[in-house]
């Protein structure tokens, strides 16, 4: 495995509670976010294994799960590599996925007081929640809820297979806390304005807040791709 030493992992004590595999796929994306595994590198499970002190099933299933998520590449008979983040990939994808969700929110089905009740309770749930992976996936279920009554199922099943394109992404964006306030007060202002029945006003926060997500992303990359000289 290339990497800049093999230095051993510490698992985060505050995501103990979550099970082996989650930790191990915590903890390699962790090295993957902050340069210890840099773009290109190779990726052994042996060596990972005894880094973290656990078998090979675990990180086998973390690798695969992480090749699914966009984070790592494979190649027939020399395994997994790290795939490199791309401001272009990122810039691409993003501006796809609000267009689509904007298209989806005109064709949905007014906001209902129950539906605007789940989305404040998923909301409040993802800003309490410290794990970056659980972030993510109340940030999916959040938008997913307000597009669930749209009458196009083609357009959210590609809403749905770009999120998968962009979770290495918005891993890094959740790995922030920083970020997580104003994406929580972004999805407050959106329902708002849906339940005033200003759906012009709601769709266009609805952009804003993946264009804002997008341009903190980028600022962050750029940011860490200076410092490593790339």
Do not use: C
């Not at 078998?55 to 984070?71: C, H, K, M, V």
């Amino acid at each position: 495995m290339t990497s800049r030493q093999a230095t051993p992992v510490s698992i985060p004590a505050s995501i103990a509670r979550v099970p082996l595999r989650d930790q191990v796929h915590h903890a390699i994306v962790d090295r993957i976010l902050r340069d210890d595994l840099k773009p290109g590198a190779r990726i052994s499970d042996t060596a990972l294994a005894r880094e973290l002190g656990v078998s090979r099933t675990p990180i086998r299933e973390a690798l695969l799960r992480l090749e699914r998520e966009g984070f790592l590449g494979a190649d027939v008979g020399r395994g997994f590599f790290v795939k490199p983040l791309s401001v272009r990939e990122m810039r691409e994808v993003y501006s796809v996925l609000w267009t689509l969700e904007v298209l989806a929110m005109r064709s949905a089905a007014p906001l209902t007081e129950e539906r605007a009740a789940a989305l404040v309770r998923i909301n409040t749930a993802l800003e309490a929640e410290q794990e970056p992976a659980r972030r993510i996936d109340l940030d999916v279920e959040w938008h997913r809820t307000l597009l669930e009554t749209s009458d196009n199922e083609y357009l959210r099943t590609t809403i749905d297979s770009l999120k998968r394109v962009v979770r290495r992404y918005e891993y890094a964006y959740m790995l922030n806390a920083g970020f997580v306030p104003a994406s929580t007060r972004s999805h407050e202002q959106i329902v708002a304005m849906a339940m005033a029945g200003d759906l012009d006003g709601a769709v266009r926060l609805l952009e804003d807040n993946w264009r804002l997500g997008m341009e903190n992303l980028i600022v962050w990359l750029e940011e860490r791709n200076a410092s490593a000289g790339q």
